[in-house]
């Protein structure tokens, strides 16, 4: 697949505890993603954070969060983030969404052999 330079990021910010449909929320974002056939995935784990309830979220010494904040960030062309989009908003009840325009310099994959 060839991205075009001109694509867009979405960044999907939820807690390491989010459940769907019995799995972790951020597993079934990136398995829709690769079944939609989107170009990229990633899931980033957070140290610390804070959403809406401004609850804080944080690794301690003696105490570890069981809800760390994730980051799981989309990459692909304009049309097909728009199409994927309503599926994702359905899958996250609490957290954020946000879409960027974005330029791809590079998108490679590892050459076999």
Do not use: N
């Amino acid at each position: 697949m060839k991205l075009p330079e001109e694509s867009e990021l979405v960044r999907i910010y939820i807690g390491e505890s989010d459940r769907f449909e019995g799995r972790p929320l951020y597993q079934a974002i990136v398995e829709k993603a690769r079944a939609a056939g989107m170009a990229g995935a990633t899931v980033l784990r957070g140290l610390m954070g804070f959403g809406a309830t401004s609850r804080l979220h944080t690794v301690k010494v003696l105490r570890i969060s069981e809800d760390l904040p994730l980051v799981v960030e989309i990459v692909d062309r304009p049309e097909r983030i728009a199409a994927f989009l309503p599926g994702l908003e359905a899958m996250v009840p609490d957290g954020l969404i946000t879409v960027e325009k974005i330029r791809v310099i590079a998108y490679r994959g590892k050459r076999e052999g």
